[in-house]
């Protein structure tokens, strides 16, 4: 419960950080030519606010919502979300927003994306100048990646040091390598100390590579137990600091992916268990381990719900924690890959950090916007998430470097998904006045009244589908 209100308490203030500033961009350019703004709200408030107050001599109202969704800056004389129809039926006052011309009202639609994006930059600027960037290099991992079956049929052997493609060296083990392994027609890899290339086929499915179990690669990381906790069943077997697993349940283990993969295919079948005698069956398990050359062999009993207790959640975790461990079930720990290996850290000064940020931000951008293709296929519309799945991808424990990176990233997709053309959104707006300024002629109102209740519909439906597969993840449906 503890880890859920943490993740939470992080989504809810980055969300409204960015709202806030969001709306404020709209506010700043509205205010700087004179358009009045009737209601600046973080949250909406259907029916009812929590608190709202008028400055003395203001013509503005600020309040806050009780419907964590967004928020709204209300610009008088302006078809938006709030469908205030009534307005637009009064005589046009050169206070308002359809008085202006076109290109302040494109100012005005587009501030909120501009400063989500801006901040985007100055986040990771400042992330870079606080802490500098620290990473593993991918040539560095010495023990090389574990492959699935399909990366083994293109030519790749568990151990292959995965080091670049026609495209260049890769910087570090994450997203970008995927994309790029994805893309490429050449891998080049170190296989037993010699370098040499494998062939791709330049069209391998991102989301295919990411969302299979196993993954397509991952970091191999060796079965040595690191330490084992007093009174586990791990303990009561007799395993120690520095046992290798060797195998588990009749079968060899090469590595602790191998016996992850294993523990996984026992929660399937765990799954189906109808009585208690069932669960138990499933939970037995012997397991191999080798001390100094000698093998010893034991038979132990798995926890209620066979989790491993260790899930990579974000990228960056791996790289900026340290002493990290993996926690079995069983009772014993085992270091995690980015511990084997030491990390990188490159420092940039003040004003250095500013071209790297920038650097660094479009780059997310673009391998945000290239992953959009994925979102149109089946398996991709299964994927999208909501709420849930955002707030999940904040760390269990309060960490500013994970809060902000992670703010800095969310800002980047509300740009984004701000600028589309859909009615409704900022990219709707944008579009109806680009039109507006190429042919001289504004739509009518009507058509643009319909085209926020179109573009609304649209949203509200988007909404559902993404909670409604948080929810059915949660359940174990998909």
């Given amino acids: 419960m503890e880890i859920i209100l943490i993740k939470a308490l992080q989504f809810m203030l980055a969300i409204s950080i960015l709202v806030l500033l969001h709306e404020g961009g709209h506010f700043f350019f509205a205010r700087l030519f004179g358009i009045r703004v009737e209601k600046f709200y973080l949250f909406f408030d259907p029916w009812f606010h929590l608190f709202e107050f008028k400055p003395k001599n203001s013509e503005t109202t600020y309040g806050m919502g009780w419907l964590p969704l967004g928020g709204y800056c209300k610009i008088a004389g302006m078809i938006d979300e709030s469908f205030d129809t009534d307005q637009m039926k009064q005589p046009m006052q050169p206070w308002e927003f359809r008085a202006k011309p076109a290109w302040q009202r494109l100012l005005v639609m587009v501030g909120g994306v501009l400063v989500n994006f801006l901040l985007a930059l100055f986040i990771y600027s400042m992330l870079l100048f606080t802490w500098g960037d620290t990473y593993i290099p991918t040539k560095d991992m010495t023990h090389g990646m574990k492959f699935n079956s399909e990366a083994k049929e293109l030519g790749f052997r568990d151990g292959d040091i995965v080091v670049g493609t026609e495209n260049g060296e890769f910087k570090e083990y994450g997203m970008d390598m995927f994309r790029d392994l994805s893309e490429a027609t050449r891998a080049d890899i170190i296989r037993n100390g010699k370098a040499m290339s494998i062939s791709l086929p330049g069209e391998i499915n991102l989301l295919g590579m990411l969302k299979t179990e196993p993954k397509f690669m991952a970091p191999l990381t060796p079965a040595v137990t690191d ?252």
């Fill in 227 to 478: 330490s084992v906790i007093p009174g586990s069943a791990a303990a009561k077997a007799g395993m120690r600091k520095g046992d290798r697993i060797v195998a588990f349940n009749g079968k060899p283990i090469d590595s602790y992916n191998e016996f992850t993969d294993r523990i996984g295919r026992l929660m399937d079948v765990m799954v189906t268990a109808k009585t208690p005698a069932d669960s138990m069956k499933v939970r037995r398990a012997t397991i191999v381990t080798e001390r100094a050359g000698r093998l010893d062999t034991a038979d132990v009993v798995l926890s209620a719900d066979l989790k491993l207790g260790f899930t990579i959640k974000h990228w960056a975790e791996l790289y900026k924690r340290t002493g990290r461990l993996l926690y079995d079930k069983l009772g014993f720990t085992i270091k995690h890959w980015a511990e084997l290996y030491k990390p990188v850290t490159k420092k940039y000064g003040f004003f250095e950090s500013f071209p790297a940020g920038v650097k660094y931000g479009c780059g997310i951008l673009k391998g945000y916007v290239d992953d959009m293709k994925y979102v149109f296929s089946a398996e991709g519309a299964k994927s999208v998430g909501g709420f849930g799945t955002i707030a999940n991808l904040f760390p269990a424990t309060w960490n500013w470097y994970a809060f902000w990176e992670m703010t800095a990233f969310l800002s980047i997709i509300l740009a984004f998904m701000n600028i589309l053309p859909i009615p409704a959104l900022d990219g709707g707006h944008v579009l109806f006045l680009l039109y507006e300024m190429i042919t001289r002629r504004k739509p009518s109102e009507n058509f643009m009244i319909k085209a926020e209740y179109l573009g609304f519909g649209i949203l509200i439906l988007l909404m559902v589908m993404a909670n409604l597969n948080d929810i059915l993840r949660w359940l174990h449906l998909m």
